[in-house]
């Protein structure tokens, strides 16, 4: 029953374009995101998220299914390149208030393919956690109905239909892309050390949505980095070909 309410409303046809590019995970991916956390402060941190009754795990929804052969596998930037391949990433993981109201990440780096500066995170590094987790912050939006109250599940169907149907919709109508990001850095970012990324939504006005969010240091909570972003819905005119065409060249 709640499927076909899901199925009414149009979610089914709803993937953030971080799902776009990961779809299921590798072997390799998935152990790469089940490895024991980097330190202490990573673990306590994901074992209060995972105990907080109003919290849930989106990301788990991407260890359904069987794990695509290695030769298979999307490259995501920070699962694949960054996570598996390098562990320049040790850690990343997105938990959601189940109201939609706020989405975090908990992140940790290696000393090892992260640094611009010596021992220094790169800027670079910093706006594309900000990005990737405003991807997830834009779809916990998107996934909020007023047909199925239950996030969680609306977030794990979707993701588990898109999984099992390679012709699924996933041209981002309802999602959009990233149109502007603008990161404010406060101090620097450690190598080997761990942050924690929280975003919410400011406001939506017509096709547009503004997300705001903070990176802090775990575990002394010291205030790294800000950042805006800008999400854009595609216009309803806009043929479908083209947005898989932008799909394919950018993800």
Request: hydrophobic share 40%; glycine share 6%.
């Amino acid at each position: 029953k709640i499927q076909k309410k899901m199925l009414r409303s149009g979610l089914f046809a709803i993937a953030p374009t971080s799902l776009v590019a990961a779809k299921c995970l590798s072997k390799e991916e998935r152990e790469w995101w089940q490895q024991p956390a980097a330190n202490r402060a990573v673990a306590d941190r994901i074992k209060k998220f995972e105990n907080d009754v109003s919290m849930f795990q989106p990301d788990t929804a991407l260890l359904q299914g069987p794990a695509l052969p290695a030769a298979d596998k999307l490259t995501h930037v920070i699962y694949d390149t960054l996570g598996s391949r390098t562990n320049a990433v040790s850690t990343y993981r997105v938990f959601a208030k189940r109201d939609g109201s706020e989405v975090s990440a908990v992140a940790s780096f290696s000393d090892r393919g992260v640094s611009g500066h010596p021992g220094i995170i790169h800027g670079g590094l910093t706006a594309l956690l900000f990005d990737n987790t405003f991807g997830w912050t834009n779809f916990i939006v998107a996934m909020q109905s007023s047909e199925v109250n239950d996030l969680e599940f609306v977030v794990s169907e979707t993701i588990r239909h898109l999984l099992n149907d390679n012709k699924a919709d996933t041209s981002t109508k309802k999602i959009g892309f990233t149109a502007n990001l603008s990161v404010n850095y406060r101090k620097p970012v450690a190598a080997e050390s761990a942050v924690l990324i929280t975003t919410k939504l400011e406001f939506m006005e017509g096709r547009k949505r503004k997300l705001t969010g903070t990176m802090v240091s775990l575990p002394t909570g010291v205030h790294l980095a800000d950042a805006t972003a800008l999400f854009v819905l595609p216009r309803e005119n806009q043929p479908s070909w083209l947005w898989r065409k932008l799909l394919s060249r950018f993800f």
